[in-house]
């Protein structure tokens, strides 16, 4: 079984920054793509980047040019977000998965950018 441990979460200022790091642990192939989602109260959980294990990377609209994800290795995926908003206040959930849809999913994160 495949268990996700997020890390990094709080509490910033807009115009901040965070850096959030999921890890995965139990058996895994290597080829398989890890990511983020996020969920705001009220609304849809939504994918926030991912990215395989070629390094190949996908955002979403808002966050791009703001957010970088990377990867250390099969197991480790990080979320550099700069330039926050109060609007990126959510749950941030990682995620892993081998084809289409997401397979596992971490406990999720609070992210929230308030003054």
């Known amino acids: 079984q495949v268990q996700l441990v997020e890390s990094g979460g709080g509490l910033v200022q807009p115009g901040g920054s965070l850096r959030l790091s999921c890890i995965a642990s139990?058996?895994?192939?290597?080829?398989?793509?890890m990511g983020w989602y996020r969920q705001a109260p009220g609304k849809e959980r939504e994918l926030v980047a991912g990215?395989?294990?070629?390094?190949?990377t996908k955002y979403a609209d808002s966050v791009t040019g703001r957010f970088t994800i990377s990867r250390d290795n099969a197991r480790m995926v990080n979320l550099q977000m700069n330039s926050l908003k109060p609007e990126d206040t959510a749950v941030y959930y990682c995620?892993?998965?081998?084809?289409?849809?997401?397979?596992?999913w971490g406990q999720g994160t609070q992210v929230t950018v308030s003054s």
């Open positions: 990215i395989t294990n070629g390094g190949s």
């Open positions: 139990g058996s895994i192939l290597s080829i398989n793509t």
């Open positions: 995620y892993f998965q081998y084809g289409l849809n997401p397979d596992h």
